[in-house]
T-cell receptor, first 116, second 115 residues
Framework: DAGVTQSPTHLIKTRGQHVTLRCSPI?????VSWYQQVLGQGPQFIFQ???????GRGNFPDRFSARQFPNYSSELNVNALLLGDSALYLC???????????????FGPGTRLLVL | AQKITQTQPGMFVQEKEAVTLDCTYD???????LFWYKQPSSGEMIFLIY??????QNATEGRYSLNFQKARKSANLVISASQLGDSAMYFC????????????FGAGTQVVVTP
């Protein structure tokens, strides 16, 4: 079975531009989470979506938004890009059927975003 | 608030030796899950092992085992018989009962396996 897929793998943008990152979860998984990983740090939680609804949001500005589609794939949008948005953006999927604390998240390969 | 602390920024280990990666955590949740992930230089986070806060036994998955000491709030990862392919960043993460989707990660430990 295919794992979590993300596109594009790499992206270069300039300050002020907008970017859209895409994620397809593992088949059968209904939940998608987004994380930002700045170089040298652990991933930071941005959003979680389950059944097309936002279920959790991290401490990120309103420039960050996301949505989930009926096929459970997801998009992360970032407006008015700043230099500090340069990072690896990771998408993770989970089944969401049992207790939340037990549920394992499986990550995709990530999208490396460079803002110049 | 939840917090994960990994105090070892980097470690060298010889091939075939065992290595222990430290992880301590802080949470007020009565029930929580602890996870370890491996991140090679390619960037993908690979799930290794899970430990539930109410699990009576330490988790094991192949060469990976978790030394869970609930009273000390520690969840150390032990990698036995290290291989060159084990060279990577290792992250400890935690998720609480009410944490919809949110995994709280530590800063990670860089492991380099030498021949």
């Amino acid at each position: 079975d295919a794992g979590v897929t993300q596109s594009p793998t790499h992206l270069i943008k300039t300050r002020g531009q907008h970017v859209t990152l895409r994620c397809s979860p593992i088949s059968g998984h209904k939940s998608v989470s987004w994380y930002q990983q700045v170089l040298g740090q652990g991933p930071q939680f941005i959003f979680q979506y389950y059944e097309k609804e936002e279920r959790g949001r991290g401490n990120f500005p309103d420039r960050f938004s996301a949505r989930q589609f009926p096929n459970y794939s997801s998009e992360l949008n970032v407006n008015a890009l700043l230099l500090g948005d340069s990072a690896l953006y990771l998408c993770a999927s989970s089944r969401t059927g049992g207790p939340r604390e037990q549920e394992t998240q499986y990550f995709g390969p990530g999208t490396r975003l460079l803002v110049l | 608030a939840q917090k994960i602390t990994q105090t070892q920024p980097g470690m060298f280990v010889q091939e075939k030796e065992a290595v222990t990666l430290d992880c301590t955590y802080d949470t007020s949740d009565p029930s929580y899950g602890l996870f370890w992930y491996k991140q090679p230089s390619s960037g993908e986070m690979i799930f290794l092992i899970y430990q539930g806060s109410y699990d009576q036994q330490n988790a094991t998955e192949g060469r990976y085992s978790l030394n869970f000491q609930k009273a000390r709030k520690s969840a150390n990862l032990v990698i036995s018989a290290s291989q060159l392919g084990d060279s990577a960043m290792y992250f400890c993460a935690m998720r609480g009962t009410d944490s919809w989707g949110k995994l709280q990660f530590g800063a990670g430990t860089q492991v380099v396996v030498t021949p």
